[in-house]
């Protein structure tokens, strides 16, 4: 009977991870990633459709299975972007939960899967300790960058640019 405001809750979620992962980088800008988290999301559908998805939650379904997909979309992106390890595990953990979202949907609504439980949940958590710590390491990077005076639009891997300082004021005696 909580189904639907469980589908809300993780959506709001979604969106606010989608916003997360668009600081300093440009919205689903990687075309690829796009394509194929979107791919993966209709496939599903499609798969959850076929399986027998009750049609009064079709809609419902459909909202967050887009979604999630672009919420992986903007964390692979990220990834690309910042070429860091930090922003991969971010982005492992985004794809993650996708597939704990897609195990438990087939188990809900296709066939129960063997220890369904335990891989939904073992995805699940996995995904969030991915995404909270590669964003917690990535955000501790940066306030060292910050420190070092690493200019955060950078390459990663590359050296650093001079920092331009300036000679000393000359004084003349009188």
Not at 4 to 24: D, K, T, W
Not at 34 to 62: D, H, I, S
Not at 89 to 106: E, K, P, R, Y
């Amino acid at each position: 009977g909580l189904f639907i405001p469980g589908l809300v809750s993780f959506l709001g979620a979604h969106l606010a991870y989608i916003a997360l992962f668009r600081q300093g980088v440009p919205w689903f800008a990687h075309r690829g990633a796009l394509v194929t988290t979107l791919a993966v999301g209709a496939a599903m559908y499609a798969f959850l459709w076929a399986g027998g998805l009750p049609a009064a939650l079709r809609g419902p379904v459909a909202a967050y299975v887009l979604v999630i997909a672009l919420m992986a979309a903007q964390a692979l992106r990220r990834a690309r972007v910042l070429g860091t390890s930090a922003a991969r595990m971010v982005a492992v953990g985004a794809c993650l939960f996708m597939v704990s979202d897609s195990l438990l949907a087939t188990s809900r609504f296709v066939q129960a899967l063997p220890m369904s439980q335990f891989w939904v949940l073992s995805t699940y958590y996995a995904a969030q300790v991915l995404i909270v710590w590669g964003w917690l390491r990535g955000q501790s990077q940066e306030q060292a960058d910050a420190r070092l005076g690493v200019d955060a639009a950078q390459a990663p891997g590359t050296t650093p640019a001079p920092v331009e300082t300036y000679p000393a004021a000359q004084t003349s005696p009188g």
